[in-house]
């Protein structure tokens, strides 16, 4: 499906929140905030949350971006937490989200992000073209479909990778935000599958293209293994039927081990199982599976089903 995006720069657009949830990367932040203030559509606001940085964010960014929102939290929450901090301070209807490493690879993204999103026959939700800094190319473990396909032109998909995408307001509260348990990791997927229950439109815009510096600062080596086995249990308890739960462990497990081998991390990819097992019944009680309908539409776009 090809959308004529540019038909539509003319049409009343929305003011626009845009999000950003940073830790110890204020050199990355710096760009990044230069990338949004370059922008050609002004009717906006920035709000950065910073999750307890100690290199001096905050006062780089009082000084040298005055015009932001600046909230330093005194621990580290997580970037669900984060995001969601940031939506409640955020007065615009038109949510647009970066990661702090990441940039517009153009100063007309909030533009066509606003006339896209403001047209009721189009998405409720976009994902952003997310690519590598060096060759350009659509980075591959962003790519919102299942069998990771590069598709050149705009098409519906069913969940969005966090580095760069935008969502109305009201959508985003309805589905109850991003879920804060999970920390880091799979939240996207988590809250596109309740933005799917609830008959959300996604598109990924071809032309709206975000550069990601993926950066390891701020991160503990190895941390993600925990994350990811953890989280993976987590999310698949939290919304799918009970055998897409098991093909989810099976596959994502093996995954992980595999991973926990070649990295020499197995303490990781333990305790991040000994975790998710202790952690079901308190998921278990928030279990809202989605519908036959929401499954169906999920294969039908080459969404996240079986893994």
């Given at each position: 499906?090809?959308l004529?995006?540019?038909?539509?720069l003319?049409?009343?657009?929305?003011?626009?929140s845009?999000v950003l949830?940073?830790?110890n990367?204020?050199?990355?932040l710096e760009?990044?905030?230069e990338g949004?203030?370059?922008?050609?559509?002004?009717?906006?606001?920035?709000?950065?949350?910073?999750?307890?940085s100690?290199?001096?964010?905050?006062?780089?960014?009082?000084k040298?971006?005055?015009d932001v929102r600046?909230v330093?939290?005194?621990?580290?929450?997580g970037?669900?937490a984060g995001?969601?901090?940031?939506?409640?301070?955020?007065?615009g209807?038109?949510?647009?989200f970066?990661d702090?490493?990441?940039?517009?690879?153009?100063p007309?993204?909030?533009?066509r992000?606003?006339?896209?999103?403001s047209d009721?026959?189009?998405?409720?939700l976009?994902?952003?073209?997310i690519v590598?800094?060096?060759?350009?190319?659509?980075?591959?473990?962003?790519?919102?479909?299942?069998?990771k396909?590069?598709?050149?032109h705009?098409?519906?998909c069913?969940?969005?990778?966090g580095?760069g995408?935008?969502?109305?307001?009201?959508?985003?509260m309805k589905?109850?935000?991003?879920?804060?348990?999970l920390?880091f990791i799979a939240?996207?997927?988590?809250l596109?599958y309740?933005?799917?229950?609830q008959?959300?439109k996604m598109?990924?815009?071809?032309?709206v293209?975000?550069?990601?510096n993926?950066?390891?600062q701020?991160?503990?080596?190895?941390?993600w293994?925990?994350?990811?086995?953890?989280n993976?249990?987590w999310?698949a308890?939290?919304?799918?039927?009970?055998r897409?739960?098991a093909?989810?462990?099976?596959?994502?497990w093996?995954?992980?081990?595999?991973?926990?081998?070649i990295?020499?991390?197995?303490?990781f990819?333990?305790?991040?199982m000994?975790d998710?097992?202790?952690g079901?019944?308190?998921?278990?009680?928030?279990?809202?599976?989605i519908?036959?309908?929401?499954?169906?539409?999920l294969?039908s776009l080459?969404?996240?089903?079986?893994?």
């Amino acid at each position: 499906m090809m959308l004529k995006i540019t038909d539509r720069l003319s049409v009343t657009t929305p003011h626009i929140s845009v999000v950003l949830v940073t830790m110890n990367r204020v050199s990355m932040l710096e760009r990044c905030l230069e990338g949004v203030q370059c922008q050609t559509f002004r009717d906006y606001e920035i709000i950065v949350i910073d999750n307890a940085s100690t290199d001096g964010t905050g006062a780089v960014v009082q000084k040298r971006f005055p015009d932001v929102r600046y909230v330093r939290l005194a621990r580290n929450v997580g970037v669900p937490a984060g995001r969601n901090r940031g939506v409640l301070e955020a007065k615009g209807d038109l949510l647009v989200f970066l990661d702090d490493d990441a940039v517009f690879d153009s100063p007309d993204a909030l533009e066509r992000i606003a006339a896209c999103i403001s047209d009721v026959d189009v998405p409720g939700l976009v994902a952003l073209k997310i690519v590598s800094p060096g060759d350009k190319m659509e980075e591959y473990k962003s790519i919102p479909r299942a069998d990771k396909k590069r598709i050149a032109h705009d098409y519906e998909c069913s969940y969005f990778c966090g580095a760069g995408f935008a969502v109305r307001r009201e959508l985003f509260m309805k589905a109850g935000m991003f879920w804060e348990p999970l920390f880091f990791i799979a939240e996207e997927l988590d809250l596109s599958y309740r933005l799917m229950e609830q008959g959300c439109k996604m598109i990924r815009l071809a032309n709206v293209i975000v550069i990601h510096n993926e950066t390891p600062q701020a991160r503990v080596p190895g941390q993600w293994l925990y994350f990811g086995v953890r989280n993976r249990l987590w999310v698949a308890l939290h919304n799918l039927p009970w055998r897409y739960v098991a093909s989810h462990i099976i596959l994502w497990w093996g995954y992980f081990f595999i991973m926990a081998v070649i990295s020499r991390h197995p303490f990781f990819f333990l305790r991040g199982m000994l975790d998710a097992l202790k952690g079901i019944p308190v998921v278990l009680a928030d279990r809202r599976v989605i519908s036959k309908a929401t499954i169906a539409r999920l294969k039908s776009l080459s969404g996240r089903v079986y893994y």
